[in-house]
């Protein structure tokens, strides 16, 4: 789905969900829609600060919570110990994030039932979902020797 007709939906969604579509919101929905990397509330602010610069933070926390109830973004984890978001993969996908610059991109898992399978066995645990996020360099920043870059 391209980009524009992502934004709209979301828009919809977050209407249909009893939120008003506020120009601070319409921002921050673009932003989540067009990015390809983690972002956190406070780069989300800030990129949205430029377009907007009216917006508050409560409202980008505000409305990143709602897109992520709706399930239209996805929380994961930094290694800063601090929650990033991005938009969700379609399926069953598993992510991979650059710890530098938080580009991410959705992979495919192989079928880990096998190991689940042998996890449960061992531990008594029933197991009902798993989800799997793998830390690392991006092309880009293993090129620059793993130093920040500047982001987008």
Same mark, same amino acid.
């Given at each position: 789905?391209?980009?524009?007709?992502?934004?709209?939906?979301?828009?919809?969604?977050?209407?249909?969900?009893?939120?008003?579509?506020?120009?601070?919101?319409?921002?921050?929905?673009?932003?989540?829609?067009?990015?390809?990397?983690?972002?956190?509330?406070?780069?989300?602010?800030?990129?949205?600060?430029?377009?907007?610069?009216?917006? *508050?933070?409560?409202?980008?926390?505000?409305? !990143?919570?709602?897109?992520?109830?709706? @399930?239209?973004?996805? %929380?994961? +984890?930094?290694?800063?110990?601090?929650?990033?978001?991005?938009?969700?993969?379609?399926?069953?996908?598993?992510?991979?994030?650059?710890?530098?610059?938080?580009?991410?991109?959705?992979?495919? *898992?192989?079928?880990?039932?096998?190991?689940? !399978?042998?996890?449960?066995?061992?531990? @008594?645990?029933?197991? %009902?979902? +798993?989800?799997?996020?793998?830390?690392?360099?991006?092309?880009?920043?293993?090129?620059?020797?793993?130093?920040?870059?500047?982001?987008?």
């Amino acid at each position: 789905m391209k980009v524009d007709a992502l934004v709209n939906l979301w828009g919809r969604l977050i209407q249909e969900s009893g939120y008003r579509l506020t120009e601070p919101r319409r921002v921050i929905i673009e932003i989540m829609a067009k990015s390809e990397r983690a972002l956190g509330p406070q780069d989300v602010y800030d990129i949205g600060r430029e377009a907007h610069v009216g917006m *508050g933070l409560v409202t980008v926390y505000r409305t !990143l919570e709602k897109l992520e109830e709706l @399930g239209l973004i996805q %929380r994961v +984890h930094h290694p800063d110990g601090c929650h990033r978001y991005l938009r969700s993969g379609t399926g069953h996908q598993h992510i991979l994030l650059c710890v530098n610059c938080g580009h991410s991109i959705f992979f495919k *898992g192989d079928d880990l039932s096998t190991l689940f !399978l042998g996890i449960s066995d061992s531990s @008594g645990f029933e197991i %009902r979902e +798993h989800w799997l996020q793998l830390n690392g360099l991006c092309p880009t920043c293993k090129r620059a020797g793993g130093t920040k870059i500047s982001e987008e």
